[in-house]
């Protein structure tokens, strides 16, 4: 019941900080200030705050437990004050309440659990990182050479407590076709619309090979296009935006590499740094979770996995349907069940 109560205190308290994304500083010392105050010692870099539990030995593996303290701004529907976190018909509501501040305190109240345990078998990091909802640089990545070898990891999001065991990674590709402009009346030039839409119907209607069995197919779709400066001239370029969701099967270069030998327009993307993941269905941590009752599934969303090189497991407080809404909130309940969850899951473990 501590755990609890101390679990919801510091929620309400990260509510009513605004941590928007590259704004956390303040929940940041928040959550040192939680630990040290109980005598833990913190490390920091940036706005990311982590913790070792207390008989850390090097000889051991090690299970990150992960969850971020920035949210996205307020959506424009709020009716409630999004930093103001009120308690109603068993809700708390406020922003970052269900995503992922409650996945947050209840895995921070799991490792308190375990942290003066003398004879685990894996040691405990428990990381409160910065930036996950812009993907930042200066999030879970910039830490991850500090924090060491990992031999998994638990990423609090909201999964209403069942286990996402996969899920798709992003890439965003700007593509770019050439061809020569000329005046339209005379048919002159080479048009690079009409060159683009070859392109453009590959990217349409090809299916990749591996199929996964949690996260179904690749998708590409192209979701911007320009080209012309007017009326009566042949453009010599034009250039499109291609939304790619990978999955478990390939990694974004991987995918790359088969756009690049199937196209004729220049492809260069973004970033190719949002990989899938995923962990395997026979990972103990899996079988734990599957013995205690929750199912598996693949998830459409994005978090901080991946960034992560190591298995992880996506597995939280809430529901994730809410994350981004107006009037954000979490059930009290919830918060109460996932901290004895994320307990009762580790204990099989360790």
């Not at 078998?121 to 990381?127: D, P, Q, T, V």
């Not at 209403?160 to 965003?172: F, H, P, Y």
């Not at 042949?234 to 991987?254: A, G, H, I, L, M």
């Not at 009762?344 to 360790?350: R, Y």
């Amino acid at each position: 019941m501590q755990l609890f109560n101390e679990a919801l205190d510091l929620l309400k308290q990260l509510i009513a900080i605004p941590s928007l994304s590259k704004e956390e500083d303040k929940t940041a010392d928040l959550i040192q200030s939680f630990f040290e105050n109980k005598g833990i010692s913190t490390q920091r870099k940036g706005n990311n705050i982590w913790v070792k539990n207390l008989h850390f030995d090097d000889s051991k593996p090690t299970i990150l437990l992960n969850s971020h303290h920035d949210t996205v701004k307020p959506n424009v529907g709020y009716t409630k004050d999004p930093f103001s976190p009120e308690v109603e018909d068993g809700k708390l509501y406020g922003l970052g309440s269900n995503d992922a501040g409650a996945s947050l305190v209840s895995l921070m109240a799991c490792f308190l659990n375990f942290y003066n345990e003398p004879n685990l078998k894996y040691n405990l990091i428990l990381a409160a990182t910065a930036e996950e909802e812009i993907s930042g640089k200066n999030g879970v990545e910039s830490i991850l050479e500090e924090l060491g070898d990992i031999d998994f990891a638990i990423v609090g999001e909201p999964t209403l407590l069942d286990l996402a065991i996969a899920e798709k990674g992003l890439m965003v590709l700007d593509c770019v076709t050439t061809g020569k402009s000329g005046h339209a009346a005379r048919n002159e030039g080479e048009n690079a619309i009409y060159k683009a839409m070859k392109d453009l119907e590959w990217f349409r209607t090809y299916t990749f090979d591996e199929v996964s069995k949690t996260l179904g197919p690749v998708r590409m779709s192209v979701t911007m296009i320009n080209a012309g400066q007017q009326h009566n001239v042949v453009p010599d370029e034009c250039k499109f935006v291609v939304d790619v969701r990978s999955t478990d099967c390939y990694s974004n270069t991987q995918i790359l590499e088969i756009i690049r030998a199937h196209v004729k327009s220049k492809v260069e993307p973004r970033s190719t740094r949002l990989n899938p993941s995923s962990i395997p269905m026979d990972h103990p941590i899996v079988q734990a979770g599957i013995a205690l009752g929750r199912r598996t599934y693949g998830s459409p969303t994005m978090s901080d996995q991946a960034l992560m090189p190591y298995p992880s497991l996506k597995l939280g407080v809430g529901d994730s349907a809410r994350s981004h809404t107006a009037d954000e909130f979490v059930f009290i309940h919830e918060i109460e069940e996932g901290i004895e969850f994320y307990i009762q899951l580790l204990k099989q473990v360790l």
